[in-house]
Antibody
């Protein structure tokens, strides 16, 4: 069964740091691009960051650029999101999601984790 | 960056109704659009990719159409399980922006 399992969410003070992890199983992890998507309480979905299958292409939403770093360890089937200089507006449930296809280029997301909750206190 | 705008924000309908949700892009995105369904406390679920391709396992009452800047998601006959929030997302290039969502409520 294809599965993604996020962890690492916590309550952190404003200005602090946190690292989220996403454990992948049931598919050839190193063939697929991956993304992080977040959802603030009562709000819609916001794409945060993405990384290509072998990590050569990375991008971020403007709202997190310079503060968040996405990475992956294909030997461990793990995706990460290092979050620094956290702000109250980063409070959200963070989902990791898998690209639907292995083709280079844009992708929809066919498998999602259950999410991990990040709360930033001021 | 390209903006994605969904309408309506809220839609009240009854079981058996045919409903349509619209998503507009501020610039052309060709067919690089997906639709997701999300229920409270759950992860989003992919329904439609490449504007009109039905994801495996998704009921055929869901359909998508459009290209360029205007897209629609249609549910041909609403079922009780369909009451949820729906999001469009563009993925022609980063950032993969979502629409603000359409909440489908029971009338």
């Amino acid at each position: 069964e294809v599965q993604l399992l996020e962890s690492g969410g916590n309550l952190v003070q404003s200005g602090g740091s946190l690292r989220l992890s996403c454990a992948a199983s049931g598919f050839t992890f190193n063939s697929y691009a991956m993304s992080w998507v977040r959802q603030a309480p009562g709000k819609g979905l916001e794409w945060v960051s993405a990384i290509s299958a072998i990590g050569g292409t990375i991008d971020y939403a403007d709202s997190v650029k310079g503060r968040f770093t996405i990475s992956r360890d294909n030997s461990k089937n793990m995706l990460y999101l290092q979050m620094n200089s956290l702000r109250a507006e980063d409070t959200a449930v963070y989902f990791c999601a898998k690209a639907r296809t292995v083709t280079i280029g844009g992708y929809s997301m066919d498998v999602w984790g259950h999410g991990t909750t990040v709360t930033i206190s001021s | 960056d390209i903006q994605m705008t969904q309408s309506p924000s809220t839609l009240s309908a009854s079981v058996g109704d045919r409903v349509t949700i619209t998503c507009r892009a501020s610039q052309s995105i060709s067919i690089w659009l997906a639709w997701y369904q999300q229920k409270p406390g759950k992860a989003p679920k992919l329904l439609i990719y490449k504007a009109s391709s039905l994801e495996s396992g998704v009921p055929s009452r869901f359909s998508g159409s459009g290209s360029g800047t205007e897209f629609t998601l249609t549910i041909s006959s609403l079922q009780p399980d369909d009451f949820a929030t729906y999001y469009c997302q563009k993925y022609n290039r980063y950032p993969y922006t979502f629409g603000q969502g359409t909440k489908l409520e029971i009338k």
